[in-house]
């Protein structure tokens, strides 16, 4: 199997005075809007019995949506209550964004609030949002993240139409000096510990349905010396592995190459395949081994000239017997 991938020279962002020792001809701003990778709700239910579970299993959101809030329910008859806590997550997938490794101006998330389930009436349920060290997005079966395990929080201004600037967070995901694992959004009762029988209405609840969720970032762009790269990709396969061989040129004399794989099958966000350095005629060549235990996988392959910076995308398909 023998297949051509060829580069599209993307804007990607670098930050050309701390990684490269030649200097950007110009610099210009620039404005990009990238929307959400990953999405989920995580929640919670502690309820007195199985009676209280009937007609109270926790809500689900729409396709493109999450929630976050609470729900409450007490009965002073028989003692019956129900707690649910609901968190919302989402991520996005800085790495292949065009400002990736480039010095930001600004970052601003925007979320919009689809609808609201609430006694007293509220116009939004998001309390506090904070970051997290936990790779719910790459774990399937991640339960909800404690509010002690979560950092950086803050507050989230009360609008239908939700803005937060978030430039410090995307600034350190862009340049890679914390690992992006999104924004995690929480109620006025985050724990359990927080729910009370006596202290709360008997039917207290407060459940945030929120969508169009976008990233919107002014970066400094770089205008380099313009690079034309182009990569083959060589595939062999046997009954257990598939060989992949990667040869490139064009690419900046002694620069380093990120290869990377986006929306694999099976797999989620971005999967790193290595790095390799352009010898002095800015060819490269990459050689990679994987076991061929699943179904083929597809997806995005990215070549990242560090030098340069721009971005090779191109589409792959590996088939293992």
């Not at 701003?29 to 990953?38: K, L, Y």
């Not at 009965?75 to 990736?100: E, S």
């Not at 929080?153 to 992006?180: E, M």
């Not at 076991?291 to 000239?305: E, V, W």
Request: charged content about 15%; hydrophobic content about 35%; overall charge negative.
């Amino acid at each position: 199997m023998y297949i051509r991938i060829l580069i599209q020279n993307l804007p990607v962002a670098f930050v050309a005075f701390f990684l490269c020792s030649c200097q950007p001809t110009q610099t210009h701003e620039e404005t990009t809007t990238i929307s959400v990778a990953n999405i989920r709700t995580l929640n919670e239910v502690a309820t007195s019995d199985n009676l209280c579970r009937n007609g109270t299993a926790p809500d689900q959101p729409n396709s493109g949506q999450f929630i976050s809030g609470f729900f409450h329910y007490y009965n002073n008859d028989d003692d019956c209550w129900t707690n649910q806590i609901y968190q919302g997550l989402i991520r996005f997938q800085i790495d292949a964004a065009p400002f990736y490794k480039r010095l930001i101006k600004t970052a601003t998330l925007n979320l919009h609030v689809a609808n609201v389930k609430s006694n007293p009436s509220q116009t939004s349920c998001i309390s506090r949002m904070g970051l997290t060290d936990v790779q719910w997005w790459a774990l399937p079966d991640t339960g909800r993240i404690h509010t002690s395990d979560l950092r950086n929080l803050r507050s989230v201004p009360i609008a239908s139409d939700i803005k937060v600037d978030v430039t410090q967070a995307v600034q350190r995901w862009a340049n890679g000096t914390d690992v992006n694992n999104g924004f995690v959004f929480i109620g006025s009762h985050p724990e359990m510990s927080d729910f009370s029988n006596t202290g709360m209405l008997s039917n207290e609840t407060c459940e945030g349905f929120y969508d169009d969720m976008t990233l919107t970032v002014t970066y400094f762009q770089f205008n380099n010396p313009v690079t034309h790269p182009s990569i083959d990709v060589h595939a062999v396969r046997t009954q257990t592995t598939t060989d992949v061989t990667v040869t490139g040129t064009g690419f900046t004399p002694n620069g380093t190459v990120e290869l990377s794989a986006d929306d694999l099958q099976n797999r989620m966000g971005s999967f790193p395949l290595g790095t390799v350095t352009a010898n002095g005629q800015g060819q490269i060549q990459f050689f990679n081994r994987s076991s061929c235990t699943r179904q083929p996988d597809s997806g995005n392959i990215r070549a990242l000239d560090n030098v340069s910076g721009n971005n090779a995308k191109g589409y792959l398909t590996v088939f293992c017997d």
